[in-house]
């Protein structure tokens, strides 16, 4: 089969495409044939080595949506011809690709593999952070930064779904204007505003951060009492300045999370709460996927060099193969 991989630490003309070994199911997994693999940041910093070991050799790709075609020992949940998309810790920029049968949600009716490939890593990390761990309620206020980002489009969705108010951070008026639309209560735009003075008369209750550096301090003053701040990313760098006083006094929750190091286990335990909780609003076409740009696999670098520049809006997707 053919896949992506990183031949060395670097830029994105590292990526080559390269002829693979087709994957055998192991126990409890699935073999799925490609349709459609997801971009994400995380894919990049793993190419450029920012992980702390060396990717030279590894596909990366966190998330697809393909057709089973082989399930391997134990695996009982899905049978061959079955439409999923899938959580994947690696991999996805393939022809085929072997998951855990117990990470795979259902392509829902009508939806394309496109559509459904830019769906896994953006609902259960923000299910994951914004609703499990700091526990947004309806009324409360939310923000996110990068409001126009996979990320943030899904924030936005969800956020109002469950009845809270939605605010987000964006780099121009175009990506403004798009989370407006979302349903996003005010927007602003960090390049012409400073988004604290904007922000300040409404008061936040809960923040998802994938920026970090100074925007921390801002962060924590625009919380409300018995805030909290959840960090996905921090593109501006992981050192921040923090009043203590200010936490204190406020009561606020600083916590973080990643998806990629999490065991099979609380994995499985993350996709089974999204299948019960979120792919009903996703089925009913309250909570919908945005792709800005698709590339056929063998385009991986030009995607990923899109992803760098921010100049999309939703997300960016590989296509593999005639069925997308």
């Known amino acids: 089969m053919q896949a992506i991989v990183i031949t060395r630490p670097g830029d994105s003309a ?13 126990y409890r997994q699935v073999l799925v044939r ?3 693999a997801g971009l994400n ?43 999923v998309c899938a959580l994947l810790p690696g991999g996805g920029y393939a022809e085929y690709v072997a998951v855990d049968e117990r990470h795979c949600l259902p392509v829902p009716d009508g939806m394309s593999m496109t559509d459904a490939a830019s769906l896994p890593e953006t609902v ?3 299910w994951s952070n914004v609703f499990q761990q700091v526990r947004l309620r309806a009324g409360e206020h939310f923000l996110v930064h990068g409001g126009s980002s996979g990320i943030g489009i899904t924030a936005i969705q969800l956020a109002a779904a469950f009845g809270a108010k939605a605010f987000a951070t964006v780099g121009n008026d175009e990506k403004k204007t798009f989370c407006e639309r979302l349903g996003a209560e005010r927007v602003v735009n960090y390049k ?21 550096g100074d925007y921390t301090e801002k962060n924590i003053r625009l919380l409300r009492t018995d805030g909290r701040l959840t960090f996905i990313n921090a593109m501006k760098g992981p050192e921040s300045t923090i009043n203590i006083r200010e936490l204190m006094s406020k009561r606020i929750v600083l916590t973080g999370s990643m998806l990629k190091p999490r065991t099979d286990e609380q994995k499985s335990a993350l996709v089974a709460d999204v299948l019960a909780n979120v792919w009903p609003l996703v089925s009913a076409g309250r909570v919908k996927p945005v ?9 991986a670098a030009q995607a990923q060099q899109l992803m760098e520049s921010s100049d999309h809006i939703g997300k960016i997707i590989l296509t593999v193969g005639p069925h997308q």
């Open 192 to 212: 012409t505003e400073d988004f604290e003075d904007a922000l300040k008369p409404y008061g936040l209750d809960v923040i998802l951060d994938m920026v970090g």
């Open 41 to 83: 940041r995380s894919d990049i910093m793993q190419r450029q080595g920012g992980y702390g070991t060396d990717p030279s050799g590894q596909v990366p790709g966190l998330e697809m949506a393909g057709t089973v075609e082989q399930c391997g020992p134990g695996a009982n949940r899905w049978r061959a011809g079955d439409a």
């Open 124 to 126: 259960l990390t923000v």
């Open 14 to 26: 590292v990526l080559e495409v390269r002829e693979q070994a087709k994957p055998e199911p192991g």
């Open 34 to 36: 490609v349709a459609a």
């Open 291 to 299: 792709v800005y740009r698709t590339f056929p696999l063998a385009e």
